[in-house]
């Protein structure tokens, strides 16, 4: 066996003689790996250990399975030719040797050996190079009971028993806690093809909390509500109880009943095995390693659900499981294993959900985050339409920036709607992940037709939104607006008439008489309305032009709903 330096592997002195890499665990980043090293190294053995017997599934589309939008979750398992990803797929196509059912005890850095155990007894592994893709399990809560009616929602054995459950009309009562990715994605499942009964509970303000604002999140919390969801926020879980015949979840002043419980509280990665090898964890509590995927150790690298990542606005580390990046890692990995020259770039990390008819997607960090981080921050709000506001099928966006004040550094994006969401998140991507600024963004060229795209794309008016913020037009966010506002409403009398204003204090002056009714409003601090906020940006630039202080509610007519100045109204359309 041949003893190389970490540093040796990625250079230029790799051996061309046989060579053994093992890798511990048969998901994304690990089998992306082991395929791409094989195609470029096809004479090297690569091993792949498995504790599972199910191996290669796509769990991220698990709760679709349970939805009905997926017909069978063998589907997970399969090529897009329809070829099951199963051992004899990975020994005959892709020359990948997967030990599944086989747990892996401890790691002999110093002799290069790999403990490994299934149901044959105990055995030893030797490798050239060892990589860890251990990747990550289900947080509990405390006192969280061991029972069948208490469950997670991580992979096949979680999806079977809730299945078979809802198939014999035994689950009608489902109580889920955490209004997190999958939180949300079950909740739909649970409602909209079983009909069963849903609650949801989340400890935070609004749904999403560590992927949207509270002034998006409530929106969010609008479309779950709509749908039938018993959304129950600021609701921290006390205790969670089971019995044969039920499961409960205690929560201030509360106790929810269910036929099931449901815990997704998200994930932690699973480094026991690295750790007691001495592989150094990182303050995220991941592994971690260098832009190639090395570890601490010589020869010994990781990827997927259990490393860290390094932030592109942060430049720290943070800790972000999803498949997006996994298989990445895992081919980069693969990439220097064999001897080329390959690094991670940080991660703006971009996330999206589904959630009834409506998307959620966010990049970068929320405010909270930024501030957090000891970021300077500052947010601005938008309503637009995915397309051109003329076309028939033109959906509704809402877009929350987030920028550095001082070098106007673009921090993160958010956005929900029943439109081409990700578009714009995917976008946004590529801009903080080259450090764009709002000048930057401002000048975004994409391709238009109005069957595809408005003229200006809803990214580029929102950093028109906070150019216009930098220079002194404020808009309020929704958690900021005064109970006692002076509003100043400059929609039409038709509008008006159709869905006034919950306040009856408020004045309406058209934009197209504010110019020469400007006097009349002199001598108040005046918060300006419309439907989505261009009206009122654009009115607010008139008062302040006459000396009268003005700012307005960014965003329109959905945040102006969950600060109680509108009713709701989701079907309600509305043009500025």
Not at 29 to 53: D, H, N, Y
């Amino acid at each position: 066996m041949q003893i190389f330096q970490a540093s040796d592997v990625g250079g230029t002195r790799v051996s061309t003689s046989a060579r053994q890499i093992v890798i511990v665990g048969a998901s994304a980043a690990g089998l992306r790996c082991a395929a791409r090293l094989k195609r470029l190294q096809p004479t090297w053995s690569i091993t792949v250990v498995e504790q599972r017997p199910v191996f290669s599934v796509a769990a991220c589309g698990l709760p679709y399975v349970l939805s009905g939008d997926i017909a069978e979750l063998t589907a997970l398992r399969q090529t897009a030719d329809g070829t099951l990803r199963d051992r004899e797929y990975f020994d005959s196509v892709k020359g990948v040797a997967v030990l599944a059912g086989c747990r892996a005890l401890s790691i002999d850095v110093v002799g290069h050996r790999l403990r490994v155990a299934d149901q044959a007894g105990e055995r030893t592994l030797e490798w050239d190079e060892l990589v860890l893709a251990t990747g990550a399990r289900p947080r509990r809560l405390p006192g969280q009971p061991e029972h069948p009616r208490v469950r997670s929602f991580h992979d096949t054995a979680d999806l079977e028993p809730v299945l078979s459950g809802l198939q014999r009309s035994a689950i009608k009562r489902v109580v889920i806690v955490g209004a997190g990715l999958v939180g949300c994605e079950l909740a739909e499942a649970f409602g909209a093809l079983w009909g069963a009964q849903v609650t949801l509970v989340e400890a935070a303000a609004t749904p999403l909390p560590e992927l949207l604002a509270p002034e998006t999140g409530a929106v969010v919390a609008q479309v779950l509500r709509r749908n039938g969801i018993d959304l129950r926020t600021g609701a921290p879980v006390q205790q969670i109880a089971a019995s044969d015949d039920r499961a409960s979840v205690q929560v201030s002043g509360a106790q929810i009943e269910g036929d099931l419980v449901v815990v997704a509280v998200g994930v932690e990665p699973a480094v026991e095995l690295p750790a007691a090898a001495g592989v150094a964890i990182g303050r995220s509590g991941a592994i971690a390693v260098d832009e190639r995927l090395a570890t601490s150790l010589p020869h010994v690298w990781a990827a997927g659900d259990c490393i860290e990542s390094r932030h592109v606005v942060t430049d720290g580390a943070c800790y972000l499981p999803l498949g997006s990046l996994a298989n990445r890692q895992g081919r980069t990995l693969a990439n220097n294993l064999a001897g080329r020259v390959d690094q991670l770039p940080p991660v703006a990390g971009a996330q999206v959900v589904k959630i009834f008819d409506w998307t959620a997607a966010a990049v970068g960090l929320t405010p909270a985050a930024a501030q957090a981080a000891g970021i300077a921050v500052r947010s601005v709000w938008l309503a637009a339409t995915d397309r051109a506001d003329y076309w028939p099928e033109a959906k509704e966006l809402l877009l929350q920036l987030s920028y550095e004040p001082g070098s106007e550094r673009l921090l993160g994006v958010q956005a929900v709607g029943q439109g081409d969401v990700v578009k714009r998140i995917d976008v946004a991507t590529q801009l903080i992940a080259r450090r764009a600024t709002l000048h930057d963004v401002a000048q975004l060229e994409h391709a238009y037709a109005p069957p595809f795209a408005p003229a200006i794309d809803p990214l580029a008016s929102a950093a028109f939104v906070a150019l216009n913020q930098q220079d002194g037009v404020v808009a309020v966010a929704p958690a900021s607006l005064p109970a006692d506002a002076a509003l100043l409403d400059v929609r039409h009398a038709a509008e008006r008439a159709e869905r006034p204003l919950a306040n009856g204090a408020s004045h309406a002056v058209p934009l197209a008489e504010l110019r020469r009714r400007v006097d009349e409003l002199r001598g108040r601090d005046w918060l300006v309305v419309c439907a989505r906020g261009g009206r009122s940006a654009e009115a607010v630039r008139v008062l302040q032009a006459a000396g009268i202080a003005a700012r307005y509610a960014g965003g329109g007519r959905y945040w102006m709903q969950e600060s109680g100045l509108l009713p709701a109204d989701p079907d309600a359309t509305t043009e500025d």
